[in-house]
Each structure stands twice: as structure tokens, then as C-alpha cells.
């Protein structure tokens, strides 16, 4: 056994919290080891983030061929061949990869040792017969597409996210299991490029952590574009049937009370089934017990500062089951760096947690919803809405469907932002910026935003707050200060 110097850090997991806790401590001058099993760059490189919103433009493309006489052009109809689409996703990939190339972080000082990383003291870890010793560890393992326990789902085949993007096939038909963010994005995406798609979601809504009214109106979209949905339903049991499946589905049992389950049940033919059912942390074979570190159904707990019931063990990104995205595992991780190297410590700080589902038109997310405010301000609540059709900029890009929506507390405090709209996640950065810094909504009405903008969105629903508080004594002031400028000479 091979026992190396005591390091400052060692990150066990190459993935985006992982890479950034590395070159955070390299460039600050701290001895680091990089342990990683599989290849740098985690989910989001090679079978998340980059590869499908690949898939989504390349899906986006074949949108607009399709819908090019709405811009005056008469292309032909375009054969779409899977082999070439997904090699061009593929193609992006590659282009990405080497920002997370392991020379490159060697480069910066930075020890990558490849292997899979095991506790076996709370000092210690070994991989592949390299033990390595810390004064701080950062468990950076992040989490994998949960399966759920369907019957006969194993023995009929499925895919998830994962294998999506190494396939040379496009389905002809496809079950999406799951209406959250990961099957709603595939969804679209697949039957842009002519799948015939159905999914299938346990509750009664897709996208359930978005604003309700925003969701609707991007589920009607859906709709619109041919892809069936079935919410409040369950998948009770996949078979397959030569080369195809047939996927039971039907409302949960105490949802349509005296009725049978056969005369409950639905089923679906379909060549595949595309599993988007949440997220599993990758935990169960790190030696955690070994470590004395605590887990909550298998995703590590953590305290305000990523420290673990272990204080100089630490943990970031998708394997503390908190937010499950890329920025924030950035987020968490820069705040590891200071707390594991530094004297002066720093609470981690969720209050202003920006998302986006990257549907066409994306779908945008920060702060509380409208229900959620209420629950926790009262009356004190409103929600200010503008309609991106009536935007020109939206009128003009064949575009004019969605939504601005900002819910603001007392004295037009920001509580939340809910864009429905092309750029979405650009446009959200707005709000999420006058949030941080207490700018008020009607600060924002007096902002000047360049013409034509989809941003532009946002200043008309700060100009709707504004009318709002034109009540009471304000309208009577402004009456007053009419009058008055009426009465003056010319």
C-alpha cells in the first residue's frame, strides 16, 4: 500500500462541484488530489447539461425547417437522419471536453488520480492501492438518474438521460416516465425530431416545482406540438412485445374509487421507454460508515457551511440532495473552498437560487411562486403579469407565446420570477440580480432595456406594478400635480 504526503483537500468526484473545489484551492496555493472513477466533467458534460442542449438545438433546427413558411421561406421538408444528429451531439461534446481535460487540471497542480475512492478512516481514503490522507476531504459524488421498482421494466428494457446521447437511434415511438424537467426537455426534443411521444406523470401536473400558470401554458404548447400527456397516472408494469413495449398505465388505486384495476389501467405500444423519474446519490460505495460520516436516505447531510457530521469532511453538488444543478454545485463548492482552507468561515446562501428548463420557449425560475409567497406574507402579496405576445420583439421571431410573471411582497419587494419565454434563462438573471442586491420592482420600470428585446418583458411587467400602485393617496397626487400643470401658463 502506497501512502502519499497528507494533502490540504482531496475532492473525491470529478463532476462540476469536484472540478471547482480543485482549481479553487490550486490557484489559492493548497495541496490537491482530484479522485475520480470515471471520466472528468461528471453528468453534466457527457450525459447532461452539454449533450442535450445539443439535442435540444438540434431539435429546435428541425422546429423551424418545419415552420419555415411562417418566415417566408419555402424550404423543403428535411429527411432528419438519427446517425447524423446524434453525431453531432456527440461532436459538441468533444468540442467541451477539454475543459475539463485531466492535464489541464495537472497543469494547475492539481494531483487527478483515477480510480474509485473508498474511506477507510476518517483521514484517509484509498484508490486502487494509493492510500491518500487529507487535513479536508470534499465528497463531490454526485447522483444518477433513479430507476423506480416497475414490474417487468428490467426485463423489457428502457434508457435514461445517461444513454440517451451514445445511441445512433431515434425511437419511433417513446413512454416518458416522469414530467419534471429531464423528461420534459427529451420529450420535446424527440418529437421534434419525429418521434411519437407520450408521458406518463404521477401527479396531476407537469413541472410541479414551477409556477402553476406558466406550466399549463407550456404543457398546452406540448400539446400543441403533438406529444400526449397523461398526468395522474402510474406505470404499473412494462412487457415487452417483440420488438416493442407495452407499458400499463392507470390512476393511482385510490383515485377512481369501485373500479377494478383492469378497468383502470391503459395501455401504451411503444418501441421505447425513456425513464426520467428523479435523481439517486452515488454514496454506497464510499466507506462513509468508515468515515463516521451521516447520510439521509443515502444523500450526504450537511450543515450551512457543506461540513458533514464530520467537520473536516465537506460535501457538495447533486450528492447532499439539495438543488440538483450545475450552478449551484459551482455555488456550494466556492463556498467549500473558503471553509475548508480558511479561518474565516461563510454560511452557504440559497436565497436567490436561479433555474431553467430548457424547453422551447425555456422555462424560468427564481425565488417563491405565488402560492408559496402567500403562504409565507399574506396579503401583503400581488403578481404582475405581462404576455410575451404582446411583445414585438416575440411578434417579430415568430415566437409570441409566454409569460412574464414577478410575485412582490410589501413595498414591491422582488419575492419571485417566472418567465415562460424564449431565453427564459438569459432573462432571469435580471430578477435574480435585483433580488440579491433589494432592488425593488418598480426600480426595475426605470430601467431603459434595449429595442427589441425579449428582455423587455421584464420592464413592462415592472411598468404593470407600478399602475398597480397608482391607488389612494398616489392617484390623488398625480391628479393633483395634472391639474396643477394644467393651470400653468404654456
Known amino acids: 500500500m502506497v501512502r502519499d504526503r497528507t494533502f490540504d483537500i482531496v475532492a473525491i468526484g470529478g463532476g462540476t462541484a469536484g472540478l471547482v473545489t480543485a482549481a479553487g484551492s490550486a490557484g489559492l496555493g493548497a495541496s490537491v488530489a482530484l479522485i475520480e472513477r470515471d471520466r472528468l466533467g461528471g453528468d453534466c458534460l ?50 467541451i471536453e477539454p475543459h475539463d481535460d485531466p492535464e489541464r487540471f495537472r497543469a494547475m497542480g492539481v494531483d487527478v488520480v483515477e480510480g474509485a475512492a473508498r474511506f477507510v478512516s476518517p483521514h484517509e481514503v484509498e484508490v486502487d492501492g494509493r492510500r491518500l490522507r487529507a487535513r479536508r476531504f470534499v465528497i463531490a459524488t454526485g447522483s444518477r438518474a433513479a430507476v423506480p421498482p416497475i414490474p417487468g421494466l428490467e426485463e423489457a428494457g428502457y434508457f435514461t438521460h445517461a444513454e440517451a446521447f451514445d445511441r445512433d437511434t431515434i425511437p419511433a415511438s417513446l413512454a416518458v416516465v416522469g414530467g419534471g424537467p429531464i423528461g420534459v426537455e427529451l420529450a420535446q426534443a424527440y418529437r421534434r425530431l419525429g418521434t411519437e411521444v407520450t408521458v406518463v406523470e404521477l401527479l396531476d401536473r407537469l413541472m410541479v416545482r414551477e409556477e402553476p400558470e406558466l406550466a399549463d401554458l407550456l404543457t398546452s404548447r406540448l400539446r400543441e406540438e403533438g406529444i400526449r400527456i397523461r398526468t395522474g397516472r402510474i406505470v404499473t408494469r412494462v412487457d415487452r412485445t417483440g420488438h416493442r413495449r407495452r407499458v400499463t398505465i392507470a390512476p393511482p388505486a385510490t383515485a377512481e374509487e369501485g373500479r377494478s ?230
Not at 419555402?74 to 453531432?88: K, M, Y
Not at 427564459?424 to 432592488?439: D, N, P, R
Open 46 to 95: 457527457w450525459t447532461g447539461c452539454v449533450p442535450s442542449k445539443a439535442l435540444i438545438g438540434s431539435a429546435r433546427v428541425a422546429r423551424h425547417v418545419r415552420d419555415a413558411a411562417s418566415f417566408g421561406l419555402g424550404i423543403p421538408r428535411q429527411e432528419i437522419e438519427a446517425t447524423d444528429v446524434l453525431s453531432s451531439v456527440r461532436d459538441v461534446r468533444a468540442q
Open 261 to 490: 384495476a383492469e378497468e383502470r389501467a391503459e395501455t401504451l405500444e411503444v418501441d421505447e421507454v425513456l425513464v426520467a423519474a428523479g435523481r439517486a446519490p452515488n454514496t454506497e460505495d464510499l466507506g462513509l460508515d468508515a468515515a463516521g460520516v451521516e447520510t439521509a436516505g443515502g444523500w450526504v447531510t450537511v450543515d450551512a457551511r457543506l461540513r458533514t457530521s464530520r467537520k473536516h469532511i465537506f460535501a457538495a453538488g447533486d450528492v447532499t440532495g439539495g438543488f440538483l444543478f450545475t450552478h449551484v454545485a459551482d455555488h456550494e463548492a466556492r463556498t467549500v473552498v473558503q471553509n475548508a482552507l480558511f479561518p474565516v468561515r461563510a454560511n452557504i446562501d440559497y436565497r436567490v437560487i436561479p433555474w431553467c428548463t430548457y424547453t422551447d420557449p425555456e422555462l424560468a425560475h427564481v425565488g417563491l411562486t405565488e402560492a408559496e409567497a402567500r403562504d409565507r406574507h399574506g396579503d401583503s402579496v400581488s403578481a404582475h403579469v405581462y404576455d410575451i405576445g404582446n411583445l414585438d420583439r416575440a411578434i417579430a421571431e415568430r415566437a409570441a407565446m409566454g409569460r412574464v410573471k414577478i410575485v412582490v411582497g410589501k413595498g414591491g419587494r422582488i419575492l419571485g420570477g417566472h418567465i415562460l419565454a424564449p431565453a427564459a434563462g438569459t432573462m432571469i438573471a435580471e430578477i435574480s440580480l435585483a433580488m440579491k442586491a433589494g432592488v425593488k420592482l418598480g426600480t426595475l420600470a426605470s430601467l431603459v432595456h434595449p429595442y427589441p428585446t425579449m428582455s423587455e418583458g421584464v420592464k413592462r411587467t415592472a411598468d404593470a406594478y407600478r399602475r398597480s400602485t397608482l391607488t389612494g393617496w398616489r392617484k390623488s397626487a398625480v391628479d393633483l400635480a395634472l391639474r396643477i400643470g394644467r393651470a400653468l401658463p404654456p
